[in-house]
């Protein structure tokens, strides 16, 4: 059985294609994901979708989908975000199509009645990953925009918030990631050249500008959109970065920037740790598996910074799949959730 697992974020949409042998266990896993910024091309979602199957179109048994696109401001509320993207969804297979939501997978009809257990659920979809490589773990999954830190006990997640509102509330959701989170939103203030300096708070520069001036990641990898529109080099991210303090490359030198860079990157790490304290220390569990575009530069960081062992996902999945860990753990329900029916 060929299953294609979708998760539809704001900005990403991955896809993971997963075969599966008689006894349901993974066979070969293929990986894509596109840049589609919902909130200006939402429109754009089905073509997305079948641009990424591609040749596999014609192969797969089911399709899964899990989201958290319905926030994006191009919907007045989250219920008319799912509707709206699980009617596109459906539109765009001719096989069984099914949705994450927090009481497992969901067809179209029952996500019509009850749109709100399917929002922002992908991370129902990942917690069982982690619980293979430890049944009592914490799952901390960093993304492009944001950081999942998901509790596990005897294999079950046991997250106290459900809704992405609640889990703020209780550390388990950041709303830091590795490239689109805003710099101005993790500081506001700066050690610069020997004084403290209050930042401007503008769009200028992002978290990927961050790890492409660290070394953290490629050109490849900055898969956003750049705030000012130009490229991507270490030079032109420099420059982004200069105007977070009303700067420029004039103004600023190269060894200027970069210590900002670090100092930001502290920062961030700091705030994803404190976080997983807080969900370590309330659940008493010391043990964590990461995953996510951000798993070592951020997530393995935020660990040591706790004092918390970790474990990659990538001892169960390969490094490139562990970015797409929603879209694998969403195939996998849902391949789970055909053969119970057939069954």
């Given at each position: 059985?060929?299953?294609?697992?979708?998760?539809?974020?704001?900005?990403?949409?991955?896809?993971?294609?997963?075969?599966?042998?008689?006894?349901?266990?993974?066979?070969?896993?293929?990986?894509?994901?596109?840049?589609?910024?919902?909130?200006?091309?939402?429109?754009?979602?089905?073509?997305?979708?079948?641009?990424?199957?591609?040749?596999?179109?014609?192969?797969?048994?089911?399709?899964?989908?899990?989201?958290?696109?319905?926030?994006?401001?191009?919907?007045?509320?989250?219920?008319?975000?799912?509707?709206?993207?699980?009617?596109?969804?459906?539109?765009?297979?001719?096989?069984?199509?099914?949705?994450?939501?927090?009481?497992?997978?969901?067809?179209?009809?029952?996500?019509?009645?009850?749109?709100?257990?399917?929002?922002?659920?992908?991370?129902?979809?990942?917690?069982?990953?982690?619980?293979?490589?430890?049944?009592?773990?914490?799952?901390?999954?960093?993304?492009?925009?944001?950081?999942?830190?998901?509790?596990?006990?005897?294999?079950?997640?046991?997250?106290?918030?459900?809704?992405?509102?609640?889990?703020?509330?209780?550390?388990?959701?950041?709303?830091?990631?590795?490239?689109?989170?805003?710099?101005?939103?993790?500081?506001?203030?700066?050690?610069?050249?020997?004084?403290?300096?209050?930042?401007?708070?503008?769009?200028?520069?992002?978290?990927?500008?961050?790890?492409?001036?660290?070394?953290?990641?490629?050109?490849?990898?900055?898969?956003?959109?750049?705030?000012?529109?130009?490229?991507?080099?270490?030079?032109?991210?420099?420059?982004?970065?200069?105007?977070?303090?009303?700067?420029?490359?004039?103004?600023?030198?190269?060894?200027?920037?970069?210590?900002?860079?670090?100092?930001?990157?502290?920062?961030?790490?700091?705030?994803?740790?404190?976080?997983?304290?807080?969900?370590?220390?309330?659940?008493?569990?010391?043990?964590?598996?990461?995953?996510?575009?951000?798993?070592?530069?951020?997530?393995?960081?935020?660990?040591?910074?706790?004092?918390?062992?970790?474990?990659?996902?990538?001892k169960i999945l390969k490094k490139?799949?562990?970015?797409?860990?929603?879209?694998?753990?969403?195939a996998i329900l849902m391949e789970?959730?055909?053969?119970?029916?057939?069954?």
């Amino acid at each position: 059985m060929k299953i294609a697992g979708f998760d539809i974020g704001g900005a990403n949409t991955d896809v993971a294609v997963v075969d599966f042998d008689e006894s349901g266990n993974i066979t070969g896993v293929e990986t894509d994901f596109v840049y589609l910024p919902m909130w200006m091309k939402n429109d754009k979602l089905s073509e997305a979708l079948i641009k990424l199957l591609g040749i596999c179109m014609d192969e797969v048994d089911g399709v899964g989908v899990s989201m958290t696109a319905e926030l994006v401001d191009a919907y007045k509320t989250k219920k008319e975000g799912v509707i709206d993207i699980s009617n596109k969804s459906v539109d765009s297979f001719n096989v069984p199509v099914g949705f994450v939501s927090l009481d497992g997978i969901m067809e179209l009809s029952e996500v019509v009645d009850n749109p709100i257990m399917v929002a922002a659920a992908n991370w129902i979809a990942t917690a069982p990953l982690a619980a293979k490589i430890d049944q009592n773990c914490i799952l901390i999954d960093i993304g492009s925009t944001t950081t999942d830190i998901i509790p596990i006990k005897n294999g079950k997640e046991c997250a106290v918030g459900r809704s992405d509102l609640e889990r703020l509330k209780t550390g388990e959701l950041v709303y830091s990631g590795t490239l689109r989170t805003n710099v101005a939103a993790l500081i506001e203030k700066i050690p610069l050249d020997g004084a403290v300096l209050r930042i401007a708070s503008e769009l200028f520069a992002v978290t990927a500008d961050i790890q492409m001036i660290l070394g953290n990641i490629t050109e490849e990898e900055y898969s956003c959109d750049t705030m000012d529109g130009s490229g991507k080099s270490i030079e032109e991210c420099m420059r982004r970065l200069s105007r977070v303090v009303c700067g420029d490359m004039d103004v600023l030198n190269h060894n200027e920037i970069i210590a900002m860079a670090e100092y930001i990157y502290r920062t961030q790490v700091s705030k994803i740790s404190e976080a997983l304290l807080e969900v370590s220390k309330r659940n008493n569990i010391t043990k964590v598996v990461t995953t996510g575009l951000g798993m070592d530069i951020l997530g393995a960081k935020a660990c040591e910074q706790a004092g918390l062992e970790y474990t990659g996902m990538d001892k169960i999945l390969k490094k490139d799949d562990c970015t797409v860990a929603p879209a694998v753990g969403t195939a996998i329900l849902m391949e789970q959730f055909i053969r119970n029916k057939i069954n």
